[in-house]
């Protein structure tokens, strides 16, 4: 805590700044806080899980001696540095064969099951109106900056991250053997061409329609309608894939890109193609790769002065390669039962709570009210870790190289992911692994995931942390706020069985756009960096959802006999801890760089705002503190948002 800050001034800093200024951004991150903080013991525990890995004796094919070799191949450098790009040999001669648009395709298609999402993105995932059915979707893609926005935004840092783009594409290619000046024409193009696609794709907040986003249409009618150039049907059935339709999220984008495809000359097609394969394995590449790579994505974008160091990288890419294998032996030696107890105690608290708030609502009909309690109560709470564990027998993890074992991977999920297709729906599946300090609301499945390390405050073991601050931090800003993603503005279109279908009278419906249109304008008014505001539109499920939290967090521990008793510890009131435990989550401070980046393609608003925001909506916040109204916190009470 800073105590010199008042906290109506500015409660962000009267509650973190104390810490943040002693605890300085290091140079080889481009943001730090609690997040962090967490992860580095996450490192620490995960390093041990992989070394001890490495000693024991297993056979060829367990899963012991995958973790084990994934490790040693990838904190090999001298091994990579080695190879240079040979790993990606045969991807890149694909490329140098595509003669025409067709071949410039088979190589798109065929990049698909590496992960790297070239001209627009395909999945198999859940049919949002149909949720027991798994479908193909197709949306745009195949951007290299982070968001279409980059391509356009006119602010004086976006614009510079763009000639930066362009200097970084040419510099890659360069490493590919291409002499200078044709390098830096060819990187022209590809940004002419990726500017191109990003002008016919969805801004932001347009794509958090869901309805707007779901354009079902056999793969027949996409061909004929959109993209003549591209026979879906044939393309789908090289991955065995026959499917009766196909959801299309932007159909404009797809005509778009049909043109693009006719009109770019083939060589730019496929310097595109390399960029973007070389772009996506850089970091299991050679140094020199490795720190092209870094020197935009993450010096440019992110504000990040050094590399961090290669093990954590490492076990970065191992998450993402076979996060699940390791997550299991990861809960049985730092999840006790006791933690999994206190957290599915706390979820069913914040379930109550929420119960007796929609009860309580004076705007909400009796007719919707009734499907909300009855979608709050289908709602599934996974606690931890998943029920039941994946099957990873089929990957191959081998000791050739880090990038062999990461393509590996990324044919492995690709694989999994299409072999799901005409199957049942598997609702035990989890998205995230035990190991991430994050969590998440699935609307198709009506399922809040908690992993976990989403509980984690470091330096703290659980038992030791008192009521207030835990239903603060992992009540109102994990638990509340994931529950309330099924009812925010985009979530509340979802109904109890996870199907995008009206279940709001219209009249209701209205009166709940009116109300979040509050928390637009509030949002809308920030700015976290001078001409650049938050996107109050892009943001606002996040907001609600913030807000939601804190409102559900704090009803639920009103009920906790810590509360009841009133008892001040270290000079704070049960309500002031609550609020001080809910800034904790977001003890978080990043380089402009890494704002300006979330600000254009985030949907979170950043840390500061998610805590001023939402507390200068809550009456008793203001009690706990004594927010006066001449304070900076203060907002007059017909402005405050009221939705749950
Ligand atoms: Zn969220």
């Not at 509050?518 to 920030?526: E, G, P, S």
Request: proline share 5%.
């Amino acid at each position: 805590m800073d105590p010199s800050v008042n906290p109506g001034e500015d409660f962000f800093e009267y509650a973190n700044a104390g810490w943040l200024r002693r605890n300085p951004i290091p140079p080889s991150e481009s943001a730090w806080g609690i997040g962090k903080v967490v992860r580095e013991e996450l490192y620490t525990n995960l390093r041990k899980i992989n070394e001890q890995a490495v000693t024991s004796v297993s056979p060829a094919g367990s899963e012991q001696r995958k973790i084990g070799d994934f490790w040693l191949t990838a904190i090999d450098m001298a091994k990579a540095d080695q190879l240079g790009v040979r790993p990606l040999q045969a991807e890149l001669e694909r490329i140098n064969a595509a003669k025409n648009a067709q071949g410039v395709l088979d190589v798109s298609f065929a990049l698909q099951p590496l992960g790297v999402d070239t001209l627009f993105s395909f999945s198999v995932s859940q049919d949002e109106k149909n949720s027991e059915v798994m479908s193909v979707h197709l949306s745009q893609g195949g951007l290299g900056l982070p968001e279409r926005d980059f391509y356009f935004n006119p602010e004086q840092g976006v614009a510079h991250i763009r000639e930066e783009y362009v200097a970084h594409i040419a510099r890659t290619l360069k490493l590919l053997g291409r002499e200078d000046t044709a390098a830096k024409t060819a990187a022209t193009n590809i940004m002419s061409f990726e500017t191109a696609l990003a002008k016919a794709s969805r801004k932001l907040e347009d794509l958090r329609d869901p309805v707007r986003n779901y354009n079902k249409m056999t793969s027949a009618e996409l061909t004929k309608k959109n993209t003549p150039a591209i026979s879906w049907a044939d393309r789908l059935d090289a991955w065995k894939l026959h499917p009766d339709y196909v959801i299309v999220g932007q159909p404009e984008f797809f005509r778009a890109l049909d043109n693009l495809l006719t009109a770019t000359p083939v060589p730019v097609l496929q310097d595109y193609l390399r960029f973007h394969l070389v772009s996506d394995y850089s970091q299991y590449l050679s140094k020199e790769f490795d720190d092209e790579h870094f020197t935009f994505y993450a010096r440019v974008l992110s504000g990040q002065h050094e590399q961090r160091s290669r093990w954590k990288r490492v076990l970065d890419s191992q998450d993402a390669a076979m996060g699940m294998i390791v997550g299991r032996i990861f809960v049985q030696q730092y999840f006790p039962a006791t933690a999994k107890k206190r957290y599915s105690d706390l979820v069913e608290a914040i379930r109550t709570a929420y119960h007796e708030r929609i009860n309580h609502l004076d705007w909400m009909s009796e007719a919707t009210r009734a499907k909300a309690q009855q979608k709050l109560k289908a709602i599934t709470a996974k606690v931890g870790y998943p029920d039941k564990w994946k099957d990873y027998s089929a990957l191959i993890v081998g000791t050739n190289s880090y990038c062999q074992n990461m393509m590996n991977a990324s044919r492995w999920h690709f694989n999994d992911m299409i072999s799901k297709f005409g199957k049942p729906v598997d609702r035990t599946e989890w998205d995230m692994t035990p190991q991430t300090y994050n969590a998440y609301y699935k609307a198709e499945n009506n399922e809040i995931v908690l992993p976990a390390a989403a509980f984690a405050i470091p330096g703290m073991a659980d038992a030791g942390i008192d009521d207030a601050v835990v239903y603060g931090y992992a009540g109102a800003s994990t638990i509340g706020h994931e529950i309330t993603h099924g009812f925010d503005d985009e979530g509340r279109q979802f109904d109890a069985a996870g199907n995008l279908k009206e279940w709001w009278t219209e009249e209701d419906a209205t009166k709940f756009t009116k109300r979040a249109e509050v928390m637009i304008k509030q949002f809308d008014a920030y700015q976290p960096l001078p001409g650049i505001h938050i996107n109050g539109h892009a943001s606002l499920g996040e907001n609600i959802a913030d807000h939601g939290g804190v409102l559900l967090g704090l009803d639920a521990f009103k009920k906790t006999g810590q509360f009841k008793k009133g008892e001040k510890i270290a000079g704070l009131t049960p309500l002031q801890r609550f609020f001080l435990g809910y800034a904790l989550s977001w003890l978080h401070q990043e380089q402009e760089a890494r704002l300006r980046r979330g600000l254009l393609s985030d949907v979170h608003a950043p840390a500061k705002w998610r805590v001023i925001g939402p507390l200068a909506n809550i009456p008793e916040f203001y009690e706990a503190f004594g927010v006066k109204t001449n304070q900076p916190m203060w907002r007059p009470a017909d402005l405050h948002v009221r939705i749950w």
